[in-house]
């Protein structure tokens, strides 16, 4: 059953079929020519999916996203980080690398990443030296970390996929989000004192504080996201309910950014955007059903079991696996389809819940930066107006370092599960 759904979606989403209607079709498919599963049970399993209190973030932090690239809070984080880091050697690298870490902590959203604070950095970077094709590489990797860096979406669905504490894993993405910036920030330096780019300039501590001063409204957003659900005042969905009425204040009122009209427009959007994501949870139940039906997931632990000597090669075999696969699939359907498949074997070999889903969630990233389906790298593109030949061109370094990064947090799981065990909270 399970490879004769799987050559059904291939095969339909060859020519042309959305992923989430050719995954319902392939599943509902094999469901009633290999069971005599009544087709009402069906529809009732897929509602079964989207009835869930935890996916209602989901939505929910989607509108914060666009309340923040709709609200121009971007040129306040930019500027904050130009004087934060601006100075050092290769100065406009490293903003692009913290502009992306404190706009992920308000958004969510790689693909907001680049709509709102892209363009700015590119253009920053040209100015002070930068080659265009490294500036406009460095957009694209470092627009991941708004996927990895708490309240991300991605997280927020692998946790209510696995039903593990979405609070948690959370907290969990922020240690390795940070160190994946850092990565990016030791390679920028080396780079940019090597060729020349962007040398150092001197320290203004009064333009820090100023533009500080600018940014310390929406920068609070992570900060009472993050504090209320680790201190249990409420929880991660009710934590993005607070984060919508707290982002559309600042942006209609505050700051009067967004005329009131628009947001009848920011919320079809959301609805749209929402609606995709939450279709592909419906289909992907039905896919999981048959997958367990099978026995898949106990096939895959005992062939895990077969060619690998324990938890960080089997790890490892699951890395590479999940690159290719986020090269050819959208993040969150390889989730909804993978979860229920890979975290038995895993937890069975011995490798915890709360690190696989974050080294999963972060190699699917990959996928946003890498050809053929990568909507990061068509967003730069367009963004930068820039060919996708030039633009693959340019990144292909900056792609190598994430990847050698997100290979340490395989080998490394101190690095996603330190910080939580030392906060209390695993």
């Given at each position: 059953m399970s490879i004769a759904l799987l050559l059904l979606f291939l095969g339909l989403s060859a020519l042309g079929v959305p992923l989430a209607v050719a995954l319902g079709l392939a599943s509902a498919a094999v469901i009633m020519m290999f069971t005599s599963t009544p087709i009402d049970l069906l529809s009732q399993s897929m509602f079964s999916a989207m009835n869930s209190f935890l996916l209602v973030a989901v939505p929910l932090f989607i509108l914060v996203g666009h309340f923040m690239e709709r609200g121009r809070v971007a040129e306040r984080i930019f500027d904050f980080a130009e004087a934060m880091v601006g100075w050092m050697p290769g100065g406009l690298g490293h903003v692009n690398v913290v502009s992306s870490v404190i706009f992920g902590g308000i958004s969510g959203s790689s693909v907001a990443d680049i709509a709102s604070v892209g363009a700015i950095e590119i253009k920053a970077m040209e100015r002070h030296g930068f080659?265009?094709?490294?500036?406009?590489?460095?957009?694209?990797?470092?627009?991941?970390?708004?996927?990895?860096?708490?309240?991300?979406?991605?997280?927020?669905?692998?946790?209510?996929?696995?039903?593990?504490?979405?609070?948690?894993?959370?907290?969990?993405?922020?240690?390795?989000?940070?160190?994946?910036a850092f990565v990016f920030m030791v390679f920028n330096h080396f780079y940019a004192v090597h060729y020349g780019y962007n040398p150092p300039s001197p320290f203004n501590f009064r333009l820090v504080v100023t533009t500080g001063l600018r940014a310390i409204l929406p920068m609070l957003t992570p900060v009472i996201l993050l504090g209320g659900i680790v201190n249990g005042f409420f929880t991660p969905t009710e934590a993005a309910a607070i984060a919508v009425v707290y982002t559309m204040l600042l942006s209609v009122i505050v700051y009067r950014t967004i005329p009131p009209l628009e947001i009848w427009n920011i919320l079809v959007e959301t609805a749209r955007a929402s609606g995709t994501i939450l279709f592909i949870a419906a289909t992907a139940k039905l896919a999981a059903w048959v997958f367990a039906f099978d026995g898949l997931p106990?096939?895959?632990?005992?062939?895990?079991?077969?060619?690998?000597?324990?938890?960080?090669?089997?790890?490892?075999?699951?890395?590479?696996?999940?690159?290719?696969?986020?090269?050819?699939?959208?993040?969150?359907?390889?989730?909804?389809?993978?979860?229920?498949?890979?975290?038995?074997?895993?937890?069975?070999?011995?490798?915890?819940?709360?690190?696989?889903?974050?080294?999963m969630v972060i190699t699917l990233t990959l996928g946003l930066v890498t050809p053929p389906v990568g909507v990061c790298l068509f967003a730069v593109s367009q963004v930068a107006k820039m060919s996708i030949e030039d633009v693959i061109r340019g990144s292909m370094v900056p792609v190598l370092i994430l990847t050698a990064a997100i290979l340490a947090l395989v080998l490394f799981p101190v690095l996603t599960l330190g910080p939580i065990r030392l906060l209390g909270l695993y």
């Amino acid at each position: 059953m399970s490879i004769a759904l799987l050559l059904l979606f291939l095969g339909l989403s060859a020519l042309g079929v959305p992923l989430a209607v050719a995954l319902g079709l392939a599943s509902a498919a094999v469901i009633m020519m290999f069971t005599s599963t009544p087709i009402d049970l069906l529809s009732q399993s897929m509602f079964s999916a989207m009835n869930s209190f935890l996916l209602v973030a989901v939505p929910l932090f989607i509108l914060v996203g666009h309340f923040m690239e709709r609200g121009r809070v971007a040129e306040r984080i930019f500027d904050f980080a130009e004087a934060m880091v601006g100075w050092m050697p290769g100065g406009l690298g490293h903003v692009n690398v913290v502009s992306s870490v404190i706009f992920g902590g308000i958004s969510g959203s790689s693909v907001a990443d680049i709509a709102s604070v892209g363009a700015i950095e590119i253009k920053a970077m040209e100015r002070h030296g930068f080659p265009k094709g490294y500036a406009v590489g460095m957009t694209l990797v470092t627009s991941t970390l708004s996927s990895i860096i708490p309240p991300s979406i991605l997280v927020v669905i692998a946790g209510s996929i696995a039903n593990v504490s979405i609070g948690t894993l959370l907290v969990a993405g922020l240690i390795p989000g940070l160190f994946i910036a850092f990565v990016f920030m030791v390679f920028n330096h080396f780079y940019a004192v090597h060729y020349g780019y962007n040398p150092p300039s001197p320290f203004n501590f009064r333009l820090v504080v100023t533009t500080g001063l600018r940014a310390i409204l929406p920068m609070l957003t992570p900060v009472i996201l993050l504090g209320g659900i680790v201190n249990g005042f409420f929880t991660p969905t009710e934590a993005a309910a607070i984060a919508v009425v707290y982002t559309m204040l600042l942006s209609v009122i505050v700051y009067r950014t967004i005329p009131p009209l628009e947001i009848w427009n920011i919320l079809v959007e959301t609805a749209r955007a929402s609606g995709t994501i939450l279709f592909i949870a419906a289909t992907a139940k039905l896919a999981a059903w048959v997958f367990a039906f099978d026995g898949l997931p106990v096939q895959v632990a005992e062939f895990l079991a077969g060619i690998s000597t324990g938890p960080t090669m089997a790890l490892f075999l699951i890395f590479l696996f999940l690159i290719v696969v986020g090269m050819f699939m959208d993040a969150i359907a390889a989730m909804f389809i993978l979860i229920p498949v890979l975290l038995p074997p895993a937890l069975k070999m011995g490798i915890d819940p709360m690190h696989f889903l974050i080294v999963m969630v972060i190699t699917l990233t990959l996928g946003l930066v890498t050809p053929p389906v990568g909507v990061c790298l068509f967003a730069v593109s367009q963004v930068a107006k820039m060919s996708i030949e030039d633009v693959i061109r340019g990144s292909m370094v900056p792609v190598l370092i994430l990847t050698a990064a997100i290979l340490a947090l395989v080998l490394f799981p101190v690095l996603t599960l330190g910080p939580i065990r030392l906060l209390g909270l695993y």
